[in-house]
């Protein structure tokens, strides 16, 4: 399986920050990856498809980078909604798999 | 957009199986795939397989190979999951999601259907 490794696994930061998330997979996965936003009691929600493209109506601040192994989401300016717990996915290879977790939380 | 609304929760007990089903808004799916997603108590996310109705084709995780089963119904638009030889550590919050394409996954998500196993 493709293990998929997230750092941080906890991130503190303030409205207004710029934040960055990184994903690595132990294989390339070429552009295949997801990232999703999760808030407590909710579903997941799509975020940026392979790799880099936004979802339709996801704010422009936040951005998908990266290919093969290496990844990263960027929050440009942090706004109050955006405190949540982020996932990446990636879906090259079965089974697909997620990375455990980046929680972003107030400083 | 397609919505996915999921059954309610569910009790078992080990050993047993459950059957949760996701159906789509308006009667359809229209989408690529359907996925099922767990996420036990305080957990990550953990993919458990996916149909893609158009070609008849299902992958499922090793890891729950041989007791997991998904199918659908064309003609109500819904999705079922079912989970045989259940143990505790399948206490979880199921989700179904759908690809839109084979590009834009897993771009809509039921709202969750919890199954608990205890004895």
């Known amino acids: 399986d493709i293990q998929m490794t997230q750092s941080p696994s906890t991130l503190s930061a303030s409205v207004g920050d710029r934040v960055t998330i990184t994903c690595r997979a132990s294989?390339?996965?070429?552009?295949?990856l997801a990232w999703y936003q999760q808030k407590p009691g909710k579903a997941p929600k799509l975020l940026v498809y392979?790799?880099?493209t936004l979802q339709s109506g996801v704010p422009s601040r936040f951005s998908g980078s990266g290919s093969e192994t290496e990844f990263t989401l960027s929050i440009s300016t942090l706004q109050p909604d955006d405190f949540a717990v982020y996932y990446c996915?990636?879906?090259?290879?079965?089974?697909?798999?997620f990375g455990l977790g980046t929680k972003v939380e107030t400083k | 957009q397609v919505r996915l609304v999921q059954s309610g929760a569910e009790a078992k007990k080990p050993g047993s199986s459950v059957k949760v089903s996701c159906k789509a808004s308006?009667?359809?799916?229209?989408?690529?795939?359907i996925s099922w997603v767990r996420q036990a108590p305080g957990q990550g996310l953990d993919w458990l397989g996916h149909?893609?109705?158009?070609?008849?084709?299902?992958n499922y995780a090793q890891k729950f190979q041989g007791r997991v089963t998904i199918t659908t119904d064309d003609s109500t638009g819904t999705a079922f999951m079912e989970l045989s030889s259940l143990r505790t550590e399948d206490t979880a919050v199921y989700y179904c999601?759908?690809?839109?394409?084979?590009?834009?996954?897993?771009?809509?998500w039921g709202q969750g259907t919890t199954v608990f196993v205890s004895s």
């Open positions: 996915q990636q879906y090259s290879d079965y089974p697909w798999t």
């Open positions: 392979k790799a880099s």
């Open positions: 149909i893609i109705p158009a070609f008849g084709i299902r």
């Open positions: 294989q390339s996965i070429s552009s295949w």
């Open positions: 308006g009667g359809s799916f229209n989408s690529y795939s």
């Open positions: 999601a759908t690809c839109r394409g084979p590009e834009v996954c897993l771009d809509v």
